[in-house]
């Protein structure tokens, strides 16, 4: 008797709109999704909440992101392309410091943070449930380096890695704060800041 191989069922996968108006309802799912994952979290966010809360039926949600997932990681790249942006504004009007660059940048991570927590609450979603890598690398980190290079005097490149890792370090402390309500949170952030700039003026 011979015996046929199963074919695995293919995996869903987002759908990109071809027109304006596609893209403009995309836009609102995702401004919907952002919502709804910082109100209820990623456990507890729904594509019925979604849905209701864009305005649009379970049917037209689905048509574009057919789990929760595909949704999450959409808004996460969205979010992360206007992180990116961001940073880079926060960068323009040099030539900085290090120490001052770097607490620029730190800064602006932290506001943009502050303003878009469903970023936070899917980032740690996607980290749970990434395989631990050793030295896996970081977009985020790059950029902060690439940025910091720009600081004069130039820092070396080992320098401007460090001062990235310092910062991103740092910005995940005052997030975890910010989210806990930390009654001394402004001592908190006032102290990270200080940390920063007298660790990087020494470099």
């Known amino acids: 008797m011979t015996s046929q191989k199963s074919k695995a069922a293919p995996k869903p996968a987002a759908k990109a709109p071809q027109r304006e ?21 990623y456990e507890g966010a729904t594509m ?18 057919p789990t929760k997932p595909l949704i999450a990681e959409a808004l996460y790249a969205r979010e992360m392309e206007a992180l990116s942006t961001a940073l880079a504004e926060a960068a323009q009007g040099g030539p900085w410091r290090l120490d001052d660059l770097a607490e620029q940048l730190f800064a602006a991570l932290i506001g943009y943070v502050w303003k878009h927590p469903a ?4 980032s740690d979603r996607r980290r749970a449930d990434a ?7 970081s977009n985020l980190r790059d950029q902060l380096a690439a940025l ?19 910062i991103h370090v740092l910005s995940k402390g ?19 800041r200080a940390m920063l700039r007298a660790r990087l003026s020494h470099d």
Not at 21 to 41: M, T
Not at 131 to 137: H, I
Not at 148 to 166: N, Y
């Open 119 to 122: 970023l936070a609450i899917i």
């Open 131 to 137: 395989k631990p890598r050793r030295g896996q690398p």
């Open 21 to 41: 108006r596609g893209r403009a309802r995309v836009a609102a799912l995702l401004d919907a999704a952002a919502q709804v994952f910082a109100r209820d979290g």
């Open 48 to 65: 019925t909440a979604v849905a209701k809360h864009a305005g649009a039926s379970i049917g037209s949600l689905y048509q574009f992101f």
């Open 148 to 166: 910091l290079a720009q600081a004069r005097p130039k820092p070396t490149a080992d320098e401007a890695r460090r001062a990235a890792w310092l």
């Open 174 to 192: 005052a997030s975890a704060a910010k989210v806990n309500e930390d009654p001394q949170y402004a001592m908190l952030m006032a102290e990270l």
